[in-house]
C-alpha cells in the first residue's frame, strides 16, 4: 500500500533522513517509532507533501507521489499541530475537507461525530476547540473520509481514555474494511496493543521493521527500544 525508497531530506547541512526504506502493507496498523530527533514527523511530512523531499520514491496505492492530485486523495493525515480557522466552525470545516476527497457522506459523518461524542461542539468555532477536540475533529474526518491509508502524527496525543478507546474501535473497523494505518508514536504499550507491527527509525534510517507478535516473544517492546538506542546504527 505503501512504498518509501531511499528516502532523503536535510535540513541545511542537517542530514535528517538518510534512505528511509519502509513497506506497508494494506491492512497493516504500523507504529513508527524512534527517538526525540530521529525524524518520524520528518518522514511523514514528506510523504504527505508538507515537506519537500530531497530525494527517494514514494509510491501509494500504486500511485506515485509525482502524480501529486490524485496521490493526495491516497491518504488522510492528521498531523500533531493543527493550523486552525478561528471562526469556522468543525462541521463546516469536516464538510469542505469532504467535498475535496469527493467523500461527502452525511450518515457516516453523523456516526463518527456521535461516536467520539462531538454532537454539542461539532458546530462550534475551531478557535475555541482544545487540542483533543482538534484530534477528534480530524479523526472524525479521516474515518469518514476513510481513504485506502492513513496517516498520524502521534494521534493519541490530547485525547481523553474514552476517544482512546474510541479511536481503537474505528481503527479496528477499519482496517477491517481494507484501510491502512501508519502512526508515529512514542506509547510502546499502544503500538502493543493495536499495531501489527512497528518500525524504528534511528539517525535517518529504518533499522528495525517486524511484526510485534514476533518481537514480543523475543522480549518486550521497550526493551528492543533502549537495545536499538544502545546500538550502533
Ligand atoms: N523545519 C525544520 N528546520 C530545521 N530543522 C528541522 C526542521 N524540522 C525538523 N528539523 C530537525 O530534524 C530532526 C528530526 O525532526 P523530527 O521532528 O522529524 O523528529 P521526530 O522523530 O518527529 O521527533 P519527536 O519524537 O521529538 O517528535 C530534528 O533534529 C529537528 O530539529
Redesign the pocket.
Known amino acids: 500500500m505503501l512504498t518509501i525508497l531511499n528516502l532523503t531530506k536535510k535540513?541545511?547541512k542537517?542530514e535528517?533522513l538518510k534512505g528511509v526504506d519502509l513497506q506497508v502493507k494494506k491492512g497493516e496498523i504500523l507504529g513508527f517509532v524512534?527517538a526525540?530527533?530521529?525524524?518520524?514527523?520528518?518522514?511523514l511530512h514528506c510523504i504527505t507533501g508538507l515537506e519537500e523531499q530531497d530525494g527517494g520514491n514514494i509510491v501509494i496505492n500504486n500511485i506515485p507521489k509525482t502524480h501529486e492530485t490524485i496521490f493526495k486523495k491516497q491518504f488522510y493525515f492528521i498531523p500533531d499541530t493543527f493550523h486552525v480557522f478561528k471562526n469556522i466552525s468543525a462541521y463546516d470545516w469536516i464538510h469542505f475537507v469532504l467535498k475535496l476527497y469527493e467523500k461527502l457522506d452525511e450518515e457516516k459523518l453523523d456516526y463518527y461525530i456521535k461516536a467520539f461524542e462531538m454532537q454539542k461542539s461539532i458546530y462550534k468555532p475551531m478557535g475555541t476547540y482544545s487540542y483533543g477536540m482538534l484530534h477528534k475533529m480530524a479523526l472524525i474526518a479521516a474515518f469518514t473520509i476513510s481513504p485506502p491509508i492513513i496517516i498520524m502524527d502521534e494521534p493519541l496525543n490530547g485525547l481523553d481514555p474514552f476517544a482512546v478507546l474510541v479511536f481503537k474501535n474505528c481503527l479496528k473497523d477499519y482496517v477491517e474494511n481494507g484501510g491502512t494505518v501508519i502512526f508515529?508514536t512514542?506509547l510502546l504499550d499502544v503500538v502493543e496493543k493495536i499495531c501489527e507491527s512497528i518500525a524504528f527509525?534511528k539517525e535517518g534510517r529504518i533499522v528495525l521493521h517486524e511484526s510485534v507478535e514476533s518481537l514480543l516473544l523475543e522480549g518486550n517492546l521497550e526493551t528492543t527500544f533502549m537495545e536499538i538506542q544502545a546500538n550502533e546504527v
Open positions: 535540513f541545511g542537517q535528517v524512534g526525540n530527533g530521529a525524524g518520524k514527523t520528518t518522514t508515529s512514542h527509525l
